[in-house]
């Protein structure tokens, strides 16, 4: 099946700084989506890309659609303690709304 | 506006038993999706509805998984009979239509030993 792969797999920061992360693919993608998961919850939506270049910010979040639509990054700033979770992206690669991925997820820790 | 409903939120079971997983999405979301999430894995896609009909199910193993939505609303998931390798967590989530993003409920946790 198609796959998405995530970077870094996990991440140790102290609070307070900033955060990237990036998600890739070797297919081309119509909608990246960003996630967030704390234990025993669901994910919770936090940013959606429609468009190739889009760049997007959600508070201190920003996301952006790869040019080529075979990747995208999430940039948290000066991280908190409540960020602490796994962040997954996901795309969509069908015309009409079917095929979606989920990746590995990239799991964030943050110092105080 | 209330969430997507899912119940139980635990459940466990002995292989070779049967199981089934209840979905409430929200209020006017015409898709629904279940998924599966092994501990330490992004969720993966089961089954996707359109109202009460399925948009993409390649990936539901049907041998042993089925799901219905029967009014459009609602939805169930049924595993029968169970092994261990569908110890995970399965969530449901909605949209209102194909092309907007998903929203998800709490999951059902489940342990088959």
């Known amino acids: 099946g198609q796959q998405l792969n995530q970077s870094p797999q996990s991440m140790f920061i102290q609070e307070g700084e900033d955060v990237s992360m990036n998600c890739t693919s070797s297919?081309?993608?119509?909608?990246w989506l960003w996630y967030k998961q704390e234990p025993g919850e669901g994910p919770v939506l936090l940013i959606a890309?429609?468009?190739?270049?889009e760049l997007t910010s959600n508070g201190r979040l920003t996301a952006q659609f790869g040019i080529t639509r075979k990747d995208s990054f999430l940039n948290i700033s000066a991280s908190i303690p409540s960020d602490v979770g796994i962040y997954f992206c996901?795309?969509?690669?069908?015309?009409?709304?079917?095929?979606?991925?989920f990746g590995p997820g990239t799991r964030l820790s943050v110092l105080p | 506006e209330a969430g997507v409903a899912q119940s139980p939120r635990y459940k466990i079971i002995e292989k070779r038993q049967s199981v089934a997983f209840w979905c409430n999405p929200i209020?006017?979301?015409?898709?629904l999706y279940w998924y599966q999430q092994i501990l330490g894995q992004g969720p993966k896609l089961l089954i996707q509805?359109?109202?009460?009909?399925?948009?993409?199910d390649s990936q539901l193993p049907k041998d042993r998984f089925s799901a219905e939505r029967l009014k459009g609303v609602d939805s169930t998931l049924k595993i029968q009979p169970a092994k261990l390798e569908d110890s995970a967590v399965y969530l449901c989530?909605?949209?209102?239509?194909?092309?907007?993003?998903?929203?998800f409920g709490p999951g059902t946790r489940l342990l088959v030993l």
């Open positions: 989530a909605s949209s209102p239509t194909l092309l907007w993003p998903q929203y």
């Open positions: 297919s081309i993608f119509n909608t």
């Open positions: 890309l429609y468009k190739a270049g």
């Open positions: 996901a795309g969509q690669l069908g015309n009409y709304g079917q095929n979606f991925v």
């Open positions: 209020s006017g979301h015409a898709t």
């Open positions: 509805f359109q109202n009460n009909g399925v948009v993409d």
